[in-house]
T-cell receptor, first 112, second 113 residues
Framework: GNSVTQMEGPVTLSEEAFLTINCTYTATGYPSLFWYVQYPGEGLQLLLKATKADDKGSNKGFEATYRKETTSFHLEKGSVQVSDSAVYFCAPRGRGAQKLVFGQGTRLTINP | KAGVTQTPRYLIKTRGQQVTLSCSPISGHRSVSWYQQTPGQGLQFLFEYFSETQRNKGNFPGRFSGRQFSNSRSEMNVSTLELGDSALYLC????????????FGPGTRLTVL
């Protein structure tokens, strides 16, 4: 089955720093790839997605590129804000599969 | 368009009791999936329903069950609650089953005493 490995947290950065959260996956075929974000006390929000190789998903200044050759989908943001403090989850979803497979999550804290 | 709604948001039960959680998907979405989130195990897939039929099931005991109604609303039931069932239960909806984007509700926080 599908699996995903995320960069271990917690990650602590200063405001306006550059962010990278690594994500690699194993999957058969060509899964769709998702990043979800969870703010304290809330459910998961879709942050961005990519459905085929070399696609770049982007939202709220965050970007991730579907790299089939390295089976990676790293999340990046050029200048983080305090409001970006949350837990981030990478999740592949196989073609025709019903479930998302989540990584362990990366807790991000941004200090002013 | 309204998002995924879950009721209740918080629930406290005692061991041995049973509980029913409800999920209303985004209008027009026909697939509903359930996930359990705990600090130790992370996010784990429970099951998915599409057109009132269970399409896929995770590795949970039979005490966990669910159903879907003709209006796509879904319920999940946990019988004979155990302390380890304390978790955040998340519901996600998508237009159809397989390969589509899932949108999550705020979750139901279940505490078992």
């Amino acid at each position: 089955g599908n699996s995903v490995t995320q960069m271990e947290g917690p990650v602590t950065l200063s405001e306006e720093a550059f962010l990278t959260i690594n994500c690699t996956y194993t999957a058969t075929g060509y899964p769709s790839l998702f990043w979800y974000v969870q703010y304290p006390g809330e459910g998961l929000q879709l942050l961005l997605k990519a459905t085929k190789a070399d696609d770049k998903g982007s939202n709220k200044g965050f970007e991730a590129t579907y790299r089939k050759e390295t089976t990676s989908f790293h999340l990046e943001k050029g200048s983080v804000q305090v409001s970006d403090s949350a837990v981030y989850f990478c999740a592949p979803r196989g073609r025709g599969a019903q479930k998302l497979v989540f990584g362990q999550g990366t807790r991000l804290t941004i200090n002013p | 368009k309204a998002g995924v709604t879950q009721t209740p948001r918080y629930l406290i039960k005692t061991r041995g009791q049973q509980v029913t959680l409800s999920c209303s998907p985004i209008s027009g979405h026909r697939s509903v999936s359930w996930y359990q989130q705990t600090p130790g195990q992370g996010l784990q897939f429970l099951f998915e329903y599409f057109s009132e039929t269970q399409r896929n099931k995770g590795n949970f005991p039979g005490r966990f069950s669910g159903r879907q109604f003709s209006n796509s609303r879904s319920e999940m039931n946990v019988s004979t609650l155990e302390l380890g069932d304390s978790a955040l239960y998340l519901c996600a909806s998508s237009l159809w089953s397989g390969g589509d984007t899932q949108y999550f509700g705020p979750g139901t926080r279940l505490t078992v005493l």
